[in-house]
């Protein structure tokens, strides 16, 4: 198996990428292979081809075909706005079959989106002109480049190392059909050194046939816009009969654009009304809520 690099002469410069011993890429199974790196647009840019890639929802063996950037030819703070053309050459014709992208790239995506497939069966086809004597040609020609420079946020977590107490507070409701519609709120209460209330939508603010419960940072704890706690918050409605409570676990990061964490369908009103499940007995209900502060972070 070997293969060759080309540049055609006439309009945009396309690199051809020539295969020779094709059956021999095939035989490796599953894998991606890189031709030879070129230049392009003031970038360097190579082509990178799988004989034997599979698509979703489809059995049968796929030819991929796709670009990548060499990722030391751009800045870690430029975007690449790119507009390129994936090319399969018909060697019987003197033609081509091509797939037109546009496609974003930078430093820490250097690989295309967009995949160009076609069945391998069909690239097989002695009619087709792709597979000629056991050799294929493959190709690349980027048409248009713009590089947009782009302003980076750095976040860090701090996880804390030692392991932390979880806060815990109860809401129990007396008079459950009696609450403010279209939500109520518990009292504010500490918990992992902030300020806390849940808010209880009984009819739900998503789907009219769930309740929602949500855990809020109250406005007393603010946070400046370059910080955030991670909390692992346990939101559960108990269960008055038995232990089987609706508990809800999650981590979360809170920070001043993102106050508020919880689930629009925490439970559906036909369990949570069921005497028999004991979430609302005699027009009762006791939601318990735990926080465990897990790290801090900032911004720059």
């Known amino acids: 198996m070997g293969s060759s690099n080309s540049t055609s002469r ?4 396309a690199f051809k990428w020539r295969i020779d011993g094709f059956s021999s890429l095939i035989n490796l ?3 991606w292979t890189n031709s030879s790196s070129f230049d392009a ?3 360097k840019w190579y082509i990178r081809v799988n004989p034997m890639d599979t698509k979703s929802g489809d059995t049968k063996r796929h030819v991929s075909l796709k670009l990548e950037l060499v990722r030391s030819s751009v800045q870690p703070n430029i975007v690449i706005e790119a507009v390129f053309k994936l090319l399969i050459y018909d060697q019987l014709r003197r033609k081509h ?10 430093a820490t995506s250097t690989a295309s989106g967009s995949l160009f497939m076609i069945p391998l069966d069909t690239l097989k086809e002695s009619s087709a002109g792709f597979l000629i004597n056991d050799s294929c040609i493959f190709g690349a020609e980027v048409v ?3 590089k947009v420079r782009q302003d980076t946020v750095s976040e860090t977590l701090f996880v804390q190392k030692s392991k932390n107490a979880s806060d815990v507070f109860s809401w129990e409701i007396e008079k459950f059909t009696e609450l403010q519609k279209p939500y109520s709120t518990s009292k504010v209460f500490a918990a992992g050194g902030y300020n806390w209330y849940l808010k209880l939508h009984p009819e739900g603010d998503e789907a009219t046939n769930y309740l929602s419960l949500y855990a809020t940072l ?6 400046s816009p370059d910080s955030g706690v991670l909390v692992k918050l346990s939101l559960c409605i108990k269960d008055q009969n038995n232990d089987n409570h609706k508990r809800h676990t999650a981590q979360i990061q809170f920070t001043a654009k993102c106050t508020s964490w919880g689930w629009g369908r925490f439970i559906s009103l036909e369990d ?3 005497p028999f499940n004991g979430f609302l007995l005699k027009n009762k209900c006791t939601i318990e809520a735990s926080f465990t502060v897990i790290g801090l ?3 720059k």
């Not at 006439?10 to 410069?13: A, L, N, P, Q, T």
């Not at 079959?97 to 930078?106: A, G, K, W």
């Not at 109250?218 to 946070?223: A, E, F, H, M």
């Open 10 to 13: 006439s309009g945009e410069k």
């Open 144 to 146: 248009k480049v713009r």
């Open 29 to 31: 199974g599953n894998e």
């Open 297 to 299: 972070s900032n911004r």
């Open 97 to 106: 079959v091509e797939n037109i992208v546009t496609d974003h790239f930078h």
């Open 272 to 274: 949570f009304n069921d």
């Open 218 to 223: 109250d406005k007393s704890s603010t946070l």
């Open 41 to 43: 647009k003031g970038l």
